[in-house]
């Protein structure tokens, strides 16, 4: 028993998280710059799910992995432009139109998959290539930390790589600018020439880029065949990891990591005696947890604290003096002691 | 002071027969003839819906013209869209300032036209264009500073700046002094004097007649989409301007009787609010508004005024700090409550909160009561009796609509007011909290909602009136209270001899009364400190 909980902290697990953060991160950077930009993507479920079987599919029949990661892309792209199209020039709601494009890709994948292999539940006839794993030179030579750097997947490497890219993008060029502006205040960049929709159509088809490199890695880098449904809600978990990170690539970094620990933790729980179906469910349970602690943190003082100011509180109440406690030691707490 | 410019004569911008009719019929503008001179100050003006913003929205490529030519430069034009304006030297300040809050103020102003340093935007650069275009005309702006963290006068420098690095020759200003202290609107006043100087012309939309007669070199007065004339503004004095404006004369002050002051209606203790992001919004504001008078606070917005009407009408809780109505102290206050024990409210911001847009007036009108009788009876509405009460509210402040049964939507921005301020004060209140109850609406709608406070006082109801219009403030209220940086920084019993450049001078914190003048008012005493801390 002991072995195995040495097991869940060991070298190895920090490896397991950074494997298993890439393609929230990737999707949470995809949310991040669609957020900005005011139109939110919350298509990134389908939209990874989509380049997910693409790119199997064109890899297991061209045997080609750069033509796999051209269609994967484009297919990713190809999902925003559909997104746009109906949000930002028919506009139609931009939740409605991702909604039914998450729709359209669980059901659409299967019935591609099924129509292609003849099988629905997975590609395991198609021979599939994956990406590789790099080895980073020197570094893998360095006792632990080499374990723990090296090795991993092609795709993971750029995705860390990305992080900085965004963080200089959206903060640095002209672009980045364009889309906080438009995201913040359309009628402002509109009256000085901005385009607000071929802002929004930009930061859609990066949203869709960098959603699609996440769906590549599942399909093609984690395992090196397609599943139905094998996004299992990634999607969506990095909307919630792109909310608790914030504005910035770094803090949206930070909140996929966590998730990614959620995520990994629940794999080595699995191990242990804990029922196959808690362990299943712990990344959400996670997310819920976290997201309500996180929208309660930032609640104005006063709402939570709702009748202090007729003076009769203060007393009693458990749980707001365990909130108090702990958000003192953690020196998180808002409001009048400032 | 008025002296004119050499080249008085040639015009930068004709616009000659202009009509815009919307597809519902609505006629914005009709034969409007406008010509605008080099070097001028030029004012249009007119009450609310006259067709003044529609015209410049034609004339900054927002909206189309029906029929009609326009001239910029001597040349017929088309001016398709805002950025066809901005090329061809059209600036335009609006209303509601089209800036980014989290950006600087070199990023707001250079946005879309960002100077490069090799992929990244160039910050040095851009901050060095900002600052000499503002040096240039006398507009220094701190341009490494957000937006968010600057005064309303600063943002509106920005907004002026924005359009002269983009070239603009004829800038146009929507009611520019509308947020504007007095001191600030010199300053504005000032920097306008120096662009016209500098070659610019400058188009002042405003219904203020005093700001016409100190800054404008002509105006052409509109009046129901027509145009009513044009005239040099030294010919003619504000009295013959507002019967160009109104049609008709507007009484301009307002008689009112010495105040008959009863018991204590509302008590506000040691206010204290303190925002979300840890500002201290309100910090210690006490008073009382007694029957039978109008109490007055002046402020530059957002000195704590919207937080503490909110708090007053139960819609937001004070971190510290009591409410007492009728001397009771309001342990559990919310809209309900608050109204229940007498108070009505008139909202700043009557689209969101005063009215629902997409209902009709019956419904706006009874939104309050609409649960009693007569309105319903065993929680089935009686809709004749509903509009029959509609029809003599419509009557009673004279709303301008056809049909009680009109989505308030189509009203115009002073009959919605009228719509608002009918059910509040039909509501039975002993005390009317009114934010800003004539803000941006005409003249005429504006002297009949004042006239309405007045009347309410002397039947022995408490008013609490904010607004950011200090003659209004000086013409109607009986006592007046300064809040500055959410404090009250001075208060006066008499409004009698007082005027708004002393207003104004504690309004943006150049004075201060002592704490002992400030007694009852502002309460920053030890203990309370102590209480933040805890």
Redesign the interface.
Known sequence: MSDTLLGIFSWDFIGSVIRVTTPILLAAMGALVANLAGSPNIALEGTMLMSAFIGVIVSGFTQNLWLALFAGVLSGITMSLVLAFFALKMKTDIILAAIALNIFSTGGTIFFLSTLTGDKGSSASVNSLVFPNIDLPLIKDIPVLGEILSGHHIITYVAIVLIFVMQ?VLY???LG??I??VG??P????????SVNKTRLIALIISGTLTSLGGLFLSMGYVSWFARDMTAGRGFIALAAQALGGVSAFGVALGALLFGFAEALSYSLQFLKVPYEFTQSLPFIITIAVLAFYAYI??????KR?????G?TRNGRLFQRVWEYFSRRAGIR????? | MKEMHSDTGVSILEMRDIWKVYPNGVIANANVDIQVRKGEIHALLGENGAGKTTLMKILFGFEHPSSGKILYDGKEVAIAS??KA?AMGIG?V?Q????????TVA??VL????P?KG???GMAKAFEIVRQAGNQYGLSVPVEKKIEDISVGMRQRVEII?TLV?GANLIILDEPTAVLTPQETVELFKALRILVDRGKTVIFITHKLNEVKQIADRITVLRKGHVVGTAEVKDMTQVEMSRMMVGRDVEMVIEKKPAVVGPELLCVKKL?????D?V?VLNGVSFSVRAGEILGIAGVEGNGQTELVQIITGL???????IAVNEK????LNPKTARKSGMSHIPSDRMVRGVALESTVEENVISDRYFKKPFSAYGIQSPRKITRFTKGLIDQFDIRVDSSKRSVKMLSGGNIQKVVVAREFTAGAKIIIADQPTRGIDVGASDFIRRQLVEERDQGVGVLLISADLTELLEVSDRILVLYRGEVVAHFDEVEGLTEETLGEYMLGIKRMSEDDLKGYSQETATDKEG???
Do not use: C, W
């Not at chain 1, 009628?187 to 901005?194: T, Y």
């Not at chain 1, 709702?306 to 007729?310: E, F, K």
């Not at chain 2, 946005?111 to 960002?114: A, C, D, K, P, V």
């Not at chain 2, 102290?329 to 559990?332: C, I, K, L, N, Y």
């Open positions: 200089y640095h060029t002209p600018l364009r906080r502006a913040e205040n009628d402002a960049a509109e009256s000085v020439g901005i930032r609640l104005p003082q006063n709402v709702r009748g202090a100011q007729s009769e808002k409001g009048v002691d400032s | 805002p950025h901005i335009m609006h509601h300032f089209m800036l980014v809050p989290s950006l990023e707001n946005l879309g036209m960002e490069k992929l990244s935007v924005k983009r204290h609010y303190v925002r979300e840890k201290a937001l809780s004070p971190s510290k700090g009591d102290v309001m342990r559990r933040m801390e805890r």
